[in-house]
C-alpha cells in the first residue's frame, strides 16, 4: 500500500540500502564460521522493551478474567522468592532467527542469552492479553524501559544478574519513565546480596535514557484565526521494538523548535541525581545520558507501516494542513547537556542549536 501524497513516512527500513538482494542461495556452502559471523550480523539490532512489574496477586485476576480460569495458564515465575511478575509488551520480541533453521536457532540462543521467564502482552494482536513466555535478550544491544509503582525493582534487577544471564551482567541499558523508579528504595536496608547486585548494575550502565511521551496532539490551534501551530516534526512511537539510529535528525525540524517548550525531564533526572547524592555523594555512573522524547498515540495500534498510515490520515483530518517533513516513527534522543539542568531547576524544552539538534531513532514497521 503506497503512502497518500499529504503525507510521507519515515522508518528504519527507508534508510536501507535497497539494493541489497532478497535471498542468497549459496548460503549453505558457506564455511560454517562465516554463517555463524552472518547470523550475528543479522541479530545485533537496537531493540527498547518494556518491562512492567505487577505484583502476583494483580497478574492472577488479569489472567484469570481473560481465560475463565487461572489453571489453563502456566505461570512463568520460576523463582520461589520472586513476589512480583515480569510483564513483556511481546510485539517483535522474538526474532525470525529462532524459526529459520536450528543454525539460526542455535545463534539467537547464544546472543539473546539472557531467558527471562514472563508473561507476554500486546503480541501478534492488539489485544491485552497475557500469556506466558520468556524474553530473550541481549544486554548489551537491548535497553530495558522498566516501569513499576512498587519497590521490586532491586529485586528484578538481582535475579537478572545472578539467576538469568549466564555472564552475571544483567543490564546495561536503562530507560526511566517519568516517575522513576527508585521512589524509596535504601540501599543500606537493602539485603546485603540483593544490595550488591542493585550497585554493581547500577555502576556497569553504559547508557540511561529518560523517557518523555507526550500525549498532546502534534497540532495545536492558535489565536491567529484559520491558523494551526503544528509540531508536526514530533516522532510517533508505535509498538515496533527495533530501530537504528540516525544522527542528527536529517530532516528540516528547525522551525518546530520555536513551538517545542513542554519536554522538561527535571523529574527523573533530578531523581537520578537525589539517590546518587544521598548514597554516593554524588559521583554518578560513567553511562549516556539521553532524553528520549516521542508523540505517544495510543500505541496499540500501530503495528504495521499501514497502521501508520491510517492513523496520519486520521491526523490530517484533524488539522488543516498536511505535514511540513516527513512524519517519523520512533524517537528523538537528546543529549541530557542540551538542558542545562540543575538540581531544582525546571526546563521548557531544549535550547535550538544545531550543536543541540536531537538523534532519531526510526524504528522497524512490518
Not at 527471562?116 to 520468556?134: D, E, Q, R, V
Not at 492558535?222 to 527495533?242: G, H, N, V
Not at 520512533?330 to 543529549?335: A, I, N
Amino acid at each position: 500500500m503506497s503512502s497518500p501524497s499529504q503525507f510521507e513516512i519515515l522508518t528504519s527500513e527507508d534508510t536501507e540500502v535497497s539494493s541489497n538482494p532478497r535471498s542468497f542461495d549459496l548460503f549453505p556452502r558457506l564455511p560454517t564460521e562465516l554463517r555463524l559471523k552472518i547470523w550475528h550480523h543479522a541479530l545485533e539490532r537496537r531493540r527498547i522493551i518494556k518491562v512492567d512489574l505487577w505484583d502476583r496477586g494483580s497478574v492472577e485476576a488479569f489472567a484469570g478474567q481473560q481465560a475463565g480460569s487461572t489453571n489453563s495458564l502456566r505461570d512463568p515465575n520460576t523463582l520461589k522468592d520472586q513476589h512480583y511478575n515480569v510483564v513483556v509488551g511481546g510485539y517483535q520480541t522474538f526474532s525470525k532467527l529462532f524459526r529459520v533453521s536450528r543454525e539460526s536457532r542455535d545463534a539467537a540462543m547464544g546472543f539473546y542469552r539472557v531467558h527471562l521467564p514472563c508473561w507476554l502482552t500486546n503480541g501478534a494482536t492488539k489485544s491485552i492479553i497475557l500469556k506466558p513466555g520468556t524474553l530473550f535478550f541481549n544486554p548489551e544491544y537491548d535497553i530495558l524501559h522498566i516501569d513499576t509503582n512498587e519497590d521490586e525493582v532491586v529485586d528484578f534487577l538481582h535475579y537478572l544478574k545472578t539467576a538469568h544471564d549466564p555472564r552475571h551482567v544483567g543490564l546495561r541499558n536503562l530507560a526511566i519513565s517519568p516517575e522513576g523508579i527508585f521512589h524509596d528504595i535504601s540501599p543500606p536496608d537493602l539485603n546485603p546480596l540483593f544490595r550488591a547486585s542493585f550497585v554493581d548494575i547500577l555502576w556497569q550502565l553504559h547508557e540511561v535514557y529518560f523517557v518523555h511521551l507526550q500525549a498532546i496532539n502534534r497540532y495545536r490551534s492558535t489565536r491567529l484565526k484559520d491558523a494551526d501551530q503544528r509540531f508536526r516534526s514530533s516522532p510517533i512511537a508505535p509498538m515496533a521494538l527495533q530501530f537504528d539510529r540516525v544522527e542528527p535528525d536529517p530532516r528540516p525540524i528547525g522551525e518546530d523548535f520555536k513551538l517545542f517548550n513542554n519536554l522538561d525531564p527535571s523529574g527523573p533526572v533530578h531523581e537520578w541525581h537525589t539517590f546518587f547524592d544521598d548514597y554516593f555523594g554524588g559521583r554518578l555512573p560513567q553511562a549516556e545520558y539521553r532524553v528520549l522524547c516521542a508523540y505517544a498515540v495510543n500505541i496499540t495500534q500501530v503495528y504495521t507501516r499501514q497502521d501508520a498510515e491510517e492513523f496520519l490520515q486520521w491526523e490530517i483530518k484533524s488539522s488543516r494542513a498536511p505535514d511540513r517533513v516527513p512524519t517519523a516513527f520512533g524517537f528523538w534522543l537528546f543529549p541530557l547537556k542540551n538542558f542545562d539542568l540543575s538540581l531544582g531547576d525546571e526546563q521548557e524544552g531544549p535550547q535550538e542549536s544545531e550543536e543541540q539538534w536531537p538523534g532519531l531513532a526510526l524504528t522497524k514497521l512490518p
